[in-house]
């Protein structure tokens, strides 16, 4: 009886994604191609680190490693070089491996191998993003203290044929787009932006003529959800697939390929009606949101409409400030061009926030450093300009004209390869308000309802059309949107903004109290955000509360110190009454006026 060789192997199971279409379209072409990639690339570091190619397929090769560490450093390599070598070539052209890797018990028999640590590697395979890999975690715990690499945690992954759930993680080379493509067993990659599929919600009544309504909420949610040209939103039908099943929230996130689920209830009663909903990370199962909502039911369709808008609005934000938490606990040398983007665009709002010229500049040299990278970054793009934007705002440049052309250039590139990236539209309108030549406003205003309008629920759209509302003169147009913004999503990351805009309006409509109110608010969220304090001292002035509107300044002073110069500069109101109103009451306010000159114009 012969004794079966058995031996602890990392193995690597590759395969060329989408060989029957490359083949397809040029048979001779792609095995030419191919074979000089196994020639120059492959083969040769294989052989280098150790390998033996234990059997190659028209589209794939299977690999044994004594060492899981050099089996790693290989396919790094390789698929590092295929990254470089494909970057100009077209998506329909470019040949790129799709890898996974395992270390287990392998069975070996006349030069080939067998058992679940092949099975495994292959299933691996079957999973990994193109051009990237996929390793199991007892790779990972082997590798990971050895190698400069940075994985990314997907979880218990359910493999087919495999008995247990195996722990998977995955790697995909600096600057690469994770390309979501659906694996041999319908598991799919997940998408290299925030990715969120809506679950039917449940019709909890027990009344069957509910289910119109329930479904209704359902996909006004997906609908509005697109909108978010930063979001990954999985279509109806496949939501709807899982209708009245009870399913695991990690593994619907599998088989989709997105990152976080959102799943509700609705239960009504006579004439009122609840609706509660949760956002969950599939591929940690945490709850990052939760909420619920009681309407009175009169216009069932204006009630449907309310309920949808209030959801879209209070989930946004929290995916996207998920997403920007997620990449700053990577490591920095780790990060693709759309990590260092995101990270570039978070900097630019807590430069806003924070009156920080430190982090406005963060933000420009990562937006920067995306932009070597992918010269196509949208959010990169309008990062930059949004950052150039506030160093104009705040006066912190030397050169105005020179700036507002960069910015304009790079928000003009951001449109022109998205032209309905909403960000993109709200940003412009930002620059041509503070255009140099100063009469842009009517085209600023333009724009800024352009973007309003593609995406009526992203709250910095409505917070940037209401600031150049007043710049323009309509304060009461300006408080009805922001008004109707606060009540529809009141935890907005956003808030902070909303009431310096409101603070503002009001005291160009001559609401002093209400200016001061709203400008408390926004302290409560921010008591970093110095331009809060600027507008604060001009209600109390209108309200003639010298000593207050005076302490108010000290603060706006010891938090940026040059703050109250930058808000005479600043202040742009093309109504020349609202013009002559702010500047008199802030220099009334830091002492540089006799109180008495702001009589006439409250």
């Known amino acids: 009886m012969v004794r079966e060789q058995r031996r602890l192997a990392a193995v690597v199971s590759a395969d060329v994604a989408g060989y029957s279409r490359l083949m397809g379209r040029d048979e001779s072409g792609t095995l030419a191609t191919l074979k000089a990639l196994r020639r120059e690339v492959v083969d040769p570091r294989i052989a ?42 077209p998506d329909d052209r470019r040949i790129a491996f799709r ?12 030069g080939d191998i067998f058992g679940d640590g092949v099975n495994i590697a292959a299933r691996l395979q079957e999973i990994a993003p193109v051009g990237g890999l996929c390793i199991s975690a007892r790779v990972h715990e082997d590798a990971r203290d050895r190698l400069d690499l940075a994985f990314e945690d997907q979880g218990p992954r359910a493999l087919k044929n495999i008995a247990r759930p195996v722990h998977v993680w995955r790697w995909s080379p600096a600057g690469m787009p994770i390309r979501a493509t659906t694996a041999g067993d319908g598991l799919l990659a997940l998408p290299d932006k925030p990715s969120i599929a809506v679950l039917p919600f449940d019709n909890m009544s027990g009344d069957p003529q509910q289910e119109y309504f329930t479904d209704g909420i359902t996909d006004d949610v997906i609908t509005e959800l697109a909108r978010f040209h930063e979001l990954f939103v999985i279509a109806r039908n496949s939501s709807f697939s899982y209708k009245g099943k009870s399913a695991d929230i990690r593994q619907i996130g ?53 309920l949808t808008r209030s959801i879209v609005r209070a989930i946004a934000p929290q995916i996207l400030d998920a997403e920007t938490a997620k990449v700053a606990r990577r490591r920095p040398e780790s990060l693709s061009a759309y990590e260092v ?17 430190g982090l406005r500049d963060g933000a420009i040299a990562d937006a920067r450093q995306a932009l070597a990278i992918d010269p196509r970054s949208v959010i990169a793009l309008t990062a930059l300009a949004f950052a150039q934007w506030q160093h104009i705002a705040y006066s912190t440049t030397a050169d105005r004209a020179a700036l507002w052309r960069d910015g304009m250039a790079a928000i003009d590139r ?29 085209d600023a205003l333009a724009n800024a309802r352009q973007g309003y309008e593609l995406n009526p629920h992203m709250m ?9 509302e007043i710049v323009s003169g309509d304060p009461e147009s300006a408080i009805a949107h922001l008004l109707e913004a606060q009540r529809l999503s009141p935890r907005d990351p956003q808030r902070q903004t909303m009431m310096l805009n409101l603070a503002m309006a009001c005291e160009c409509a001559r609401r002093y109290a209400d200016g001061v109110e709203y400008a408390m608010l926004g302290i409560r969220e921010a008591p970093h955000f ?17 000593a207050k509107a005076r302490a108010a300044v000290d603060e706006a002073t010891r938090i940026a110190p040059n ?35 702001a009589d006439p114009l409250r």
Not at 270 to 289: E, K, P, Y
Not at 341 to 354: C, P, Q
Not at 460 to 468: D, G, N, P, R, Y
Request: with cysteine; aromatic share 8%; net charge negative.
């Open 48 to 89: 280098a680190h150790g390998g033996r190619i234990v059997k190659t397929t028209g589209d794939g090769l299977l690999v044994e490693f004594p060492s899981v560490v050099d089996a790693v450093r290989c396919v790094v390599e390789v698929q590092t070089e295929m990254f470089a070598r494909g970057a100009a070539e």
């Open 99 to 110: 890898i996974g890797i395992n270390l287990g018990d392998i069975i070996a028999d006349d």
């Open 254 to 306: 599998r088989e989709l390929g997105v990152r976080y689920v959102l799943e509700g209830s609705i239960r009504k009663d006579a004439n009122r009606i609840r609706v509660t909903g949760q956002l969950i990370d599939a591929t940690s199962g945490a709850h990052i949101w939760a909420e619920r909502y009681d309407r009175v039911l009169e216009d069932i369709f204006a009630v449907q409409e309310e």
């Open 341 to 357: 983007a995101v990270r570039a665009s978070g900097k630019t709002f807590d430069a806003w926030v924070k009156s920080d010229r």
């Open 414 to 442: 951001a449109i022109e390869v998205d032209r309905d990236y909403t960000f993109a539209h709200s940003v412009r309108g930002l620059l041509l308000a503070f255009a140099p030549d100063r009469d842009r406003i009517g």
């Open 460 to 468: 910095v759209a409505l917070t940037i059309l209401s600031f150049i």
């Open 530 to 546: 110095a331009p809060l304090y600027a507008h604060l001292a001009v209600n109390y002035v209108g309200l003639g509360e010298i």
């Open 563 to 597: 703050q109250v110069e930058r808000s005479l500069a600043g202040f742009m109101f093309r109504n020349p009454e609202h013009q002559r109103r702010g500047t008199t009451f802030l220099r009334v306010a830091a002492g540089l006026e006799a109180p008495n000159s």
